[in-house]
């Protein structure tokens, strides 16, 4: 294998590992807003004593979740992306117009993660005011932005590289190449869910047919006699 295949390809495993441990804390986080939130109501309503830090944890868990969301959409290519322009080029162009877009994009997270580095000393100064453990704040404002940041722009690094290569040796993009395959599963699971709907809703209406000949069958042999 090409040296720079080698590499492209352990990058993206890479970057797949650590897409999946981002989309497992997302869920954690989102589970845990729905049981405090659930909890919250059930001790509000039902026993009229609130957990004054419901509200604050459910806070915090939607800042982590938004900004590894943000993450693991890049790793996926779900952000918006409008292709009007780009899509009329050649294929060798569209990919050279693809590294420069990626590039200023990884530019500016680049930018943004040492800017929330320099401020989390400011910000570690403050505290949580109702959660059960003293936490300073940094740990729900900067910090998420700097792990998302950094997050992207390494992913965004890898695609910078995987778009020269293709520019130069037509290499396929394997973030490319997993976002069809998933998109492909997603287009086989709803065809299979709609031929299981489409034979449920067959049997139904056979059921009833059936159900209707014996009603009239029935009907008949009384009029017979």
């Not at 982590?64 to 780009?86: C, N, P, Q, S, Y």
């Amino acid at each position: 294998m090409d040296p720079t295949d080698l590499v492209l390809a352990r990058w993206w495993r890479l970057l797949e590992v650590i897409g999946r441990l981002e989309r497992l804390i997302g869920v954690l986080l989102l589970s845990t807003i729905v049981v405090s939130i659930t909890v919250q109501v059930i001790t509000r309503y039902l026993f009229g004593q609130p957990l004054v830090w419901v509200e604050e944890l459910a806070g915090y868990c939607f800042l982590w979740g938004v900004f590894l969301g943000a993450a693991v959409g890049m790793k996926e290519l779900r952000h918006i992306r409008i292709d009007t322009f780009v899509s009329r080029l050649s294929a060798r162009a569209q990919a050279l117009w693809r590294v420069l877009t990626w590039g200023i994009a990884t530019a500016c997270c680049v930018i943004i993660a040492v800017q929330a580095w320099d401020i989390m000393d400011v910000e570690s100064r403050s505290r949580t005011m109702s959660l059960p453990v003293d936490l300073p704040r940094h740990l729900f404002y900067s910090t998420p932005l700097f792990v998302c940041t950094v997050s992207i722009a390494f992913t965004g690094l890898y695609l910078v590289c995987a778009e020269l290569a293709r520019a130069a040796h037509t290499r396929p993009v394997d973030a490319e190449q997993a976002r069809q395959a998933r998109e492909q599963a997603a287009a086989e699971a709803d065809a299979e869910a709609d031929a299981i709907a489409e034979r449920i809703a067959s049997g139904a209406r056979a059921a009833e047919a059936a159900g209707s000949s014996v009603a009239q069958a029935g009907q008949g042999g009384e009029d017979a006699r």
